[in-house]
């Protein structure tokens, strides 16, 4: 991510340097502290090396990619930018079932796309727009209504919130199905798992409570909402395993 937003220089070369850099890891030898780092753990934890490479895509897609047509696009992008560190977190405990990837690719959506409705004011900032377009325009919204002031009139307020309430609902969808993956691991790592998919589900809800005021406000979780959570989360695993 920081070569991705914050690096000097031009980023998509850096960017390139650190795909070859990955791409002969295991041919030649490397410098670079976090790719010797990064070798230890792929040999230590026998890991695939396609995860990373697609986190290094996605970072690439940030500098070329600015706009999403679709749900679909954005789904895509998931698959650079969320998926794979749920795959990697799941390859290091050992659960590699392609049925687990995929209920993890889940909830890595959902993430993510719970962090684009947080962030469409900071996003907007950095030229970015992680919305589906087709959505958008089927709520009468355009991309210049994503401006500094959020100033709106009292129609579009109403088209902004169900926008808003449509990506809920398929963002909801995505926890749903998602977090039956707790069914398949062991207690610990499900507690953990629990606490992220509450903890954006959380968000969420925070997200459909205040609508369009999100815009000035970004929704987070307070101290005590985060170890109600946690608590909420031990509970649960508890019953179930």
């Known amino acids: 991510d920081f070569l991705g937003d914050e690096a000097k220089g031009n980023r998509l070369e850096k960017l390139k340097l650190w795909e ?104 907007k900032k ?26 709106f009139d009292n129609k579009r307020y109403r088209d902004f919130d169900n926008f808003l309430n449509e990506m809920v609902l398929y963002n909801r969808t995505l926890y749903d199905e998602g977090e039956k993956l707790v069914h398949n691991l062991k207690k610990r790592q499900a507690i953990l798992i629990q606490v992220f998919v509450d903890s954006g589900r959380i968000i969420l809800d925070k997200i459909e409570r205040n609508k369009h005021k999100i815009l000035v406000n970004r929704p987070k979780t307070n101290n005590l909402e985060k170890i109600f959570i946690i608590a909420k989360a031990i509970v649960k695993i508890s019953i179930l395993k």
């Open 126 to 151: 950095k030229g970015r727009v992680y919305l589906p377009l087709d959505i958008m325009k089927k709520h009468s919204l355009e991309i210049h209504d994503f401006e500094e002031k959020y100033v």
């Open 20 to 123: 070859k850099e990955l791409s002969t890891l295991f041919t030649e030898k490397t410098r670079i502290p976090i790719f010797v780092a990064l070798k230890k753990t792929i040999i230590k934890h026998n890991l695939n090396i396609s995860p990373f490479k697609k986190l290094i895509k996605a970072n690439v897609l940030d500098q070329t990619k600015k706009l999403y047509a679709n749900i679909s696009e954005v789904m895509d992008y998931c698959r650079y930018s969320a998926n794979p560190v749920g795959e990697i977190v799941l390859n290091i405990l050992g659960y590699k079932s392609k049925k687990n990837i995929s209920l993890s690719n889940k909830i890595c959506s959902a993430l993510q796309i719970t962090n684009f409705l947080q962030d469409i004011k900071t996003d």
